[in-house]
């Protein structure tokens, strides 16, 4: 089984900072790796997708980079909507048993 | 328009049995792969089923495996989830979402759930 580790767990921000959150995959992924953003009480939305696509109608402060093992979330300038959980998740080729990261929980400083 | 709209969950015992429900419209349901997704109280996401578009391929997380089911019925758009020998511990939000294919390169695709249905709770207490 394929596990993913992001950090933080949860960080404080203030509007307008940059926000930097890492995933780490237990093997080599290549670029098979998502973020999704999750609000309290809805489902969770896809954000970017192989890594480092953006999904459509996604601001452009949100990017994704990385490939292998280490992966990373970066909003450049933070929105107060932005403020809500991001997940990571693999979704290597074989088997399809695609996981998530734990969590990184975004707040308001 | 996609929609995902999910049903079944509720209040189960221990050692109990449900079965859930996800009807998709506005898009081809036969030509996608399927999942579920579920999110205890104050947790995180957690991967559960897939399921391939004719139902031949299936897989689950190890915790579900041997108690939970997947199937699926392309002719009435339909998703299920069979949950047996429920424990404290699969109470839940759980999610059915599409598996869409952003793109390939070669014979490499990369894969993420695109549209989520709302979700339906599921709690396991006596």
């Known amino acids: 089984d394929i596990q993913m580790t992001q950090s933080p767990s949860s960080l404080s921000a203030s509007v307008g900072d940059r926000v930097t959150i890492t995933c780490r995959a237990s093997?080599?992924?290549?670029?098979?790796l998502n973020w999704y953003q999750q609000k309290p009480g809805k489902a969770p939305k896809l954000l970017i997708y192989?890594?480092?696509t953006l999904q459509g109608g996604v601001p452009s402060r949100f990017s994704g980079s990385g490939s292998g093992t280490d992966f990373t979330l970066t909003i450049t300038s933070l929105q107060p909507e932005d403020f809500a959980s991001y997940y990571c998740?693999?979704?290597?080729?074989?088997?399809?048993?695609?996981?998530f990261g734990q969590g990184t929980k975004v707040e308001v400083k | 328009e996609v929609q995902l709209v999910e049903s079944g969950g509720g209040l189960v015992q221990p050692g109990g049995s449900l079965r859930l429900s996800c009807v998709a419209s506005?898009?081809?349901?036969?030509?996608?792969?399927m999942t579920w997704v579920r999110q205890a109280p104050g947790k995180g996401l957690e991967w559960v089923a897939n399921?391939?578009?004719?139902?031949?391929?299936?897989y689950f997380v190890d915790s579900v495996k041997g108690r939970f089911s997947i199937s699926r019925d392309n002719a009435r758009n339909s998703l299920s989830l069979q949950m047996n020998s429920l424990r404290a511990e699969d109470t839940a939000v759980y999610y059915c979402?599409?598996?869409?294919?952003?793109?390939?390169?070669?014979?490499?695709?990369?894969?993420?759930?695109?549209?989520w249905g709302q979700g339906t709770m599921v709690t396991v207490s006596s």
């Open positions: 979402a599409r598996v869409w294919v952003g793109h390939c390169s070669g014979n490499d695709c990369y894969r993420a759930f695109d549209f």
């Open positions: 506005g898009f081809t349901f036969s030509s996608y792969w």
């Open positions: 399921i391939n578009q004719d139902g031949r391929e299936k």
């Open positions: 093997q080599s992924i290549s670029i098979h």
């Open positions: 192989a890594a480092s």
């Open positions: 998740q693999q979704n290597y080729i074989s088997p399809p048993e695609w996981s």
